[in-house]
């Protein structure tokens, strides 16, 4: 049980363009969902807190408007690199913590995104 | 102060060996505390949550927590080579409890045939 899916899991693309992500937790609801990105050799950094039904909370220094995420179901949130530059190119995981139970974050598999 | 510190080491042991890895965390209201690990290239898997004090055993692995010293450790017996890997100190809670995990720097673990 408790598991992460994400898709795609590897993403090449064009600067300048817009990149969807998603994340999907697919043997539980998940009120709660949490993005990450990390750099290589570096630790996790999270950049969000996207909550069902409300908008996402940013940690400090997280552009909004180009990370755009949308947390439309119980189990689905997505993240959007808006016109994405080479330096957005990094590993994105999402996380997800169900409604009931512990609090317990179960991570997807991430993504990596290159932005050429 | 970091809220979560570890020794990013890299940690290395032979094979068989026990391997352990240390956490302290700043937040004394901390209620959750997480080992992840993570191979290079891929996302964390959990391995053991914690929240009382003591021990907790799941095969290899056991999780140790002490909230006085706020300190949570995990050991690692007869350790394999496909233990080698980053392992993640996560502490949840405390304060501030918005399901935000506070994470370690993460120690290196390399486990020599």
């Known amino acids: 049980g408790a598991v992460v899916s994400q ?12 990149v969807k992500i998603e994340c999907r937790s697919l043997d539980f609801q998940a009120t709660t969902m949490f993005w990450y990105r990390q ?4 630790s996790l950094m999270l950049m969000a807190t996207s909550n069902e039904g409300s908008k996402a909370t940013y940690e400090q220094g997280v552009e909004k408007d180009k990370f755009l995420i949308n947390h439309a179901s119980l189990t689905l ?19 997800a913590i169900s409604s009931v139970g512990t609090d317990t974050q179960y ?10 | ?11 290395s042991v032979p ?10 965390y700043s937040d004394r209201g901390s209620q959750s505390f997480f080992w ?50 980053t392992y993640l100190c996560a502490v949840n809670g405390g304060s501030s409890n918005t399901g935000k ?11 020599k045939p």
Do not use: W
């Open chain 2, 1 to 11: 102060q970091k809220e979560v510190e570890q020794n990013s080491g890299p940690l």
């Open chain 1, 107 to 116: 991570f997807g598999p991430g993504t990596r995104l290159t932005v050429l």
């Open chain 1, 39 to 42: 750099f290589p050799k570096q």
């Open chain 2, 36 to 85: 992840y690990r993570q191979y290079s290239g891929k996302s964390p898997e959990l391995i053991m949550s914690i929240y009382s004090n003591g021990d907790k055993e799941d095969g290899r692995f056991t999780a140790q927590l002490n909230k006085a010293s706020q300190y949570v450790s995990l050991l690692i017996r007869d350790s394999q080579p496909s233990d080698s890997a």
């Open chain 2, 101 to 111: 995990l506070i994470f370690g720097q993460g120690t290196t673990l390399q486990v």
């Open chain 1, 77 to 95: 949130s997505t993240l959007t690199v808006t016109s994405a530059h080479p330096e957005d190119s990094s590993f994105y995981i999402c996380s």
């Open chain 1, 7 to 18: 898709h795609p899991s590897r993403v090449i693309c064009k600067s300048g363009t817009s």
């Open chain 2, 15 to 24: 094979e068989g060996a026990i391997a352990s890895l240390n956490c302290t």
